[in-house]
């Protein structure tokens, strides 16, 4: 589980903005369309635009409880309008009679013939429940008129949409029950570490609780991945040229943990160069230097992906938000979202990080009225405590010493959990 991520100057890093682009553009999507429920179909990708069926809404209607009325039967009714009529939400379309108006609800019809509902606390009845209005009322006041939120055929959400419970709610408000998606993503997760032991197990001296693979099936979950488990491995080339064997032939994509450096016991490089090959290792980002993306197989197009995370599980977790995430999200069909950053004074002093960016976990105190980034706690790549308080990075460029009351990117944590 070395990680290698010592505070070293390393040449031919690739840098942090151009690694995620390579990522992005590496990333193609699977192939295979699954048809399922709209029930079933939380955190699914839409394979093909989803269309509207009907004018949106259907009929004209009115958007408040209130009063349909003819504007003109108003202005020649001084001693106020008879209610001779009632149209509750669901009822048909009916016509209004001359001379009167209609008591009407939230989304019922309009009656043919009004041009306008008054709302119910803008009305006054006299004793004989005639109507009689406050104010002015302009022509098509609180109509909802019919199409004005879409028209048949239009699209509603384009292919490529993760569905949502407000997308969800789109496509049953068109009489839509079942979607076409694609099919899910098959992760192949692989965690190395001799030293590594399940949660649960007795520990024993230089054991180390394995952290990393629970967050990683977590993250993929959250991305709605059927994550294949292969973890943790052996540390030795035989082991770990088994195991990638394994997941080349049963997944579309490889996400390994840990081994990925170039100690002795780092084995993830050599092996993968002769089951496949390394398109780039190394990013100037801290933590989760020893990143890497390459391929089993013929190409990495032809081929299985594979992405090398570092073994500490917050370099892991940083890695995978910042640079596997868009990949994953391609290779499902999804247009991973431009990277959220907008400049926050920092609460803090700290000094420069040679040669790489860092990317620090902080909190937002929003105590004096304009959000201040604060350390959310120790900064090791190793320390956890401050990723699960995080509410996102500072990210500081390389030999930038970072000065209390100056502004730096902030990256907020939210944009990674979509």
Not at 105 to 121: H, I, K, R, S, Y
């Amino acid at each position: 589980m070395n990680c290698g991520c010592a505070d070293v100057v390393t040449p031919g890093l690739l840098d942090l903005f151009e690694a995620r682009i390579r990522m992005v553009q590496a990333a193609r999507p699977i192939a295979g369309l699954e048809r399922v429920s709209l029930e079933a179909s939380a955190g699914r990708v839409l394979a093909e635009p989803a269309r509207s069926t009907l004018d949106m809404p259907g009929v004209d209607n009115s958007a408040m409880d209130g009063y349909a009325l003819r504007l003109d039967d108003l202005a020649g009714a001084p001693e106020g309008l008879p209610v001779r009529l009632r149209v509750p939400a669901g009822a048909g379309v009916t016509r209004l009679p001359e001379g009167g108006c209609a008591r009407i609800f939230t989304g019922a019809p309009m009656p043919l013939g009004a041009d306008a509902v008054v709302p119910q606390e803008k009305v006054c009845l006299d004793a004989e429940g005639r109507v009689h209005v406050a104010g002015e009322l302009a022509a098509g006041a609180n109509i909802r008129r019919r199409g004005e939120e879409s028209r048949a055929g239009a699209t509603l959400l384009e292919a490529g949409a993760r569905l949502d419970a407000a997308a969800i709610a789109l496509l049953a408000s068109q009489g839509l029950d079942a979607v076409t998606v694609q099919r899910r993503l098959r992760v192949a997760l692989v965690t190395t570490g001799d030293e590594l032991i399940a949660p649960g197990q007795a520990w024993r001296p230089g054991a180390v609780y394995d952290s990393s693979g629970p967050m990683l099936r977590a993250l993929l979950a959250e991305q709605g991945c059927e994550v294949l488990d292969l973890g943790p491995v052996l540390d030795t080339p035989e082991a770990l040229a088994a195991v990638l064997a394994e997941a080349r032939d049963a997944a579309d994509l490889v996400l390994c943990t840990g081994g990925v450096s170039v100690g002795e016991e780092d084995h993830v490089r050599p092996v993968l160069e002769r089951l496949g090959g390394i398109d780039f290792h190394g990013v100037a980002m801290k933590p989760g230097k020893p990143f890497a993306l390459g391929w089993l197989g013929a190409s990495l197009q032809a081929g299985t992906p594979l992405i090398g995370l570092p073994g500490n599980p917050v370099a892991s977790l940083v890695g995978w938000q910042l640079l596997a995430l868009p990949f994953v999200q391609g290779r499902q069909g999804r247009a991973p979202a431009p990277l959220e950053r907008f400049p926050v004074a920092a609460g803090f002093t700290r000094r420069a990080s040679r040669g790489r960016r860092e990317l620090l976990r902080v909190v937002l105190d929003w105590r004096t009225g304009a959000p201040v980034a604060r350390l959310a706690g120790g900064q090791g790549s190793h320390m956890l405590g401050a990723a699960s308080q995080a509410h996102g990075y500072l990210i500081i460029d390389a030999d930038t010493p970072v000065e209390e009351g100056h502004a730096y990117g902030y990256c907020p944590g939210a944009q990674f959990r979509d």
